[in-house]
């Protein structure tokens, strides 16, 4: 049967980006989630988001800007008012006799095209870029917040003589401080919060020290330090967080946790809000949960692509368990919500227990621990299995109850996912043994073990080959057939990755299957390093293995994989 196509894909085919079979794919997710094909292309991890937009320039006859690489003067940009470039997503460009060219991501949005005729008056014309872009791109260009600036509002602040530190032991109530004395503060909170939105940050950290406030944005996994407030708005900017985040503004002594919902653009977010006491003060730590981070498909996780072929048929086991591991903030969420994602169909009922809930998932049954009233994981697996599921989440197997809950619930037919907190996968199975689990019983219910990792990802707009020094190439283990189809990149640093060279995260694996001799060694109660040299003989790519071919194919670079994983003895077999 012929696959109808649109102009764009038929150009996407044609010059090798996708398949025929990739667009059906994409076509059908558009079907089933009512959104267009482009978006469920690059959702799906077969192109990005500017082929797309190239091919649609191609298809269309217009031209297609990359806004990294233009400058819009700012009588240009004048010309059209904020409000109607933030409501119809689109950007002014250039402006020539009575034309206007004005940037926009769907090229048959009509409806919109003529409002901005009649808006403005005069001809328009469009070109096309990624609709992302666009927006960040109006943030740039119109500023945030009355043309203010995070640096500017801070040196309003530094100058201003207002005392704001008051507020800490305010005892009125919390809309009498905003509405009395905190809209520059509200504005300051806002404006942090924008700008870690837009620099793509995982984390705000707000750190009080004996003479100054640091602040810090954790971005993509490494910490970037910004222009601080001056110390003695500390207390203003913790009632604000804390009002924000529904906490006690007047408890000072004990830690806080509490959650913040924020829309930045188009973007609605959750904010999980952590305060505690320390030497100088109350230290804040905001995580931003994004919620298009959870979209990702396990296509798009970084798995190469006999493990990924492995994976795919592990998730689809009837019965087993599935262990993550890795420490704090190597992705384990992402992988375990993708694997939900694949598994989230009306045949199935799928429960997860988390602590906390992070994201929430339409369609699973989402239950967090609360320990205030005895709720913990060993309870929730307990009363979930009455529920009937066939899917079970466990956030984290922390104890000898939990571990065995999980464990009955695999022998009693669930696939259950969790995670443990161990640097490799063949850790993970003494681990459970060492939490007073019997080895018998890990070794007939555990089917997989995945540990990871996340590395930087070359920047895509300034990346370009290197030569690797040969003592680099040598310190690396890095073999003569490995280096036959090699080549090393590293981005140079622009605009689009802030100056680092590198831009967005992947992961690096490590999947050990437990098949018959890894289970008798297991039954034996063998030594990690045993199991390990097992699996590997078995063909198993260690962490480190795995980051190696990702710096042989340009992905990363190897200052990245050295900062995430260790080269061992094995390695080398390995490769």
């Known amino acids: 049967m012929a696959i109808s196509m649109s102009g764009y894909a038929e150009i996407l085919v044609r010059n090798g980006i996708i398949s025929p079979e990739q667009w059906a794919e994409a076509e059908q997710m558009a079907r089933e989630n009512s959104s267009p094909e482009s978006d469920c292309l690059v959702r799906l991890g077969y192109c990005t988001g500017e082929e797309v937009m190239q091919a649609m320039a191609a298809s269309h006859k217009l031209r297609y800007v990359d806004l990294h690489e233009i400058k819009i003067p700012e009588s240009v940009i004048e010309l059209v008012p904020e409000s109607v470039a933030r409501e119809n997503a689109i950007l002014p460009m ?7 060219t004005v940037i926009v991501s769907d090229p048959e949005d009509i409806p919109t095209i003529d409002k901005l005729r009649f808006i403005l008056n005069r001809r328009v014309e469009i070109a096309l870029a990624p609709r992302e872009s666009i927006l960040e791109a109006i943030n740039v260009y119109y500023g945030q917040i009355e043309g203010e600036s995070a640096d500017s509002m801070l040196q309003e602040f530094t100058d201003t003589a207002i005392d704001f530190t008051e507020m800490e032991d305010d005892t009125r109530s919390n809309e009498d401080i905003v509405d009395e004395n905190s809209a520059p ?7 942090m919060i924008t700008e870690a939105v837009q620099l793509r ?6 750190e009080p020290f004996e003479d100054r406030i640091r602040v810090r944005y954790r971005i993509d996994g490494v910490l970037i330090e910004r222009d601080s407030p001056p110390k003695r708005l500390l207390g203003a900017l913790i009632s604000r967080v804390k009002i924000l985040a529904k906490m006690d503004i007047s408890e000072r002594r004990r830690p806080q946790d509490g959650r913040i919902k924020v829309t930045v653009g188009e973007k609605e977010l959750d904010l999980r809000v952590s305060v505690l006491p320390t030497n100088h003060g109350q230290s804040i730590v905001m995580r931003l949960l994004d919620k298009d981070n959870i979209k990702v498909g396990i296509r798009q996780l970084g798995l190469a692509e006999e493990n990924f072929k492995k994976f795919q048929g592990l998730i689809r086991r009837p019965n087993g368990i599935v262990l993550v591991t890795g420490p704090t903030g190597s992705g384990k969420t992402t992988t375990l ?4 994602n694949a598994l989230n169909r009306p045949d199935r009922k799928i429960i997860t227990a988390e602590d906390p809930v992070e994201y929430y998932l ?14 913990n994981f060993a309870r929730i697996i307990r009363s979930m299995l009455r529920q009937a599921p066939n899917v079970i989440l466990v956030g984290e197997m922390r104890d000898e109850e939990t571990a065995s809950m999980g464990i009955q619930a695999s022998l009693t037919g669930h696939l259950v996912f969790s995670t443990l907190h161990t640097n490799d996968a ?20 555990v089917i997989a073990v995945l540990a990871q990792r ?45 100056k680092k060279g590198y831009r967005g995260r992947l992961g690096i694996f490590e999947l050990m299957l437990i098949n018959s001799k890894i289970r008798q060694m297991i039954f034996e109660n063998r030594a990690t390093q045993d199991i390990r040299r ?3 003989g078995l063909g198993m790519s260690t962490l480190y293995t795995d980051g190696l071919r990702k710096v042989l194919g340009g992905v990363t670079t190897l200052e990245e994989v050295y900062r995430v994983a260790k080269r061992t003895e094995q390695d080398n077999k390995a490769a």
């Open 362 to 375: 339409p369609g699973i049954n989402q239950v967090e621990v609360r320990h205030d009233i005895g709720l």
């Open 426 to 445: 063949p850790s993970a199975v003494t681990r459970m043994v060492d939490m007073g689990v019997p080895g018998y019983l890990v070794a007939s219910s």
């Open 454 to 498: 996340l590395v930087r990802v070359n920047c895509s707009k300034c990346k370009q080959p290197i030569e690797l020094p040969e003592s680099a190439i040598i310190d690396a283990g890095m073999t003569e057939d490995m280096l036959l189809n090699a080549t090393f990149m590293k981005g140079k640093g622009c605009g689009y990755c802030n």
């Open 94 to 100: 250039q402006e020539e006799d009575d034309t206007l």
């Open 201 to 206: 940050a995982s984390d705000i950290h707000i």
């Open 337 to 340: 919500y993708a694997s939900l």
């Open 185 to 191: 503060i509200v504005k300051l909170v806002h404006l």
């Open 534 to 536: 097992a699996a590997i």
